[in-house]
């Protein structure tokens, strides 16, 4: 499945961002979505996860009460509401889908990442 990420951009410390990830192949029925991020010089790490339909999600311990992930399976989008975002943030964040929930890098499909930068 081919994915697009898109909503990155430059925002004030405090503010808020939604990313969004889409398909150009119409549908992520029946995979788990999942949202990674990766700073400058750090690997690659797990953010967020949501299952098909979207009753289970999981989130790392550094975004968890400040991010939320949700999707919308009419519209085949996953999206990720980012609040109280600081500098620490500041990361290329990535959609991926994958055949179970996702918690490791270790996914099936990878989406291009859409930049966040968060500065003081």
């Known amino acids: 499945v081919q994915l697009q990420a898109s909503g990155g951009g430059l925002v004030r410390a405090w503010g808020s961002l939604r990313l969004s990830c889409t398909t150009s192949?119409?549908?992520?029925?029946?995979?788990?979505m999942g949202w990674f991020r990766q700073a400058p010089g750090r690997e690659r790490e797990f953010v967020a996860g949501i299952s098909w339909p979207g009753s289970k999600k999981n989130y790392a311990k550094s975004v968890k009460g400040q991010f939320t992930i949700s999707r919308d399976n009419v519209k085949h989008t996953v999206d990720l509401q980012m609040n109280t975002l600081s500098p620490e943030d500041t990361a290329i964040y990535y959609c991926?889908?994958?055949?179970?929930?996702?918690?490791?890098?270790?996914?099936?499909?990878w989406g291009r990442g859409t930049l966040v930068t968060v500065s003081s």
């Open positions: 192949e119409g549908t992520l029925s029946y995979y788990y």
């Open positions: 991926a889908a994958n055949r179970a929930m996702p918690t490791s890098t270790e996914v099936a499909f």
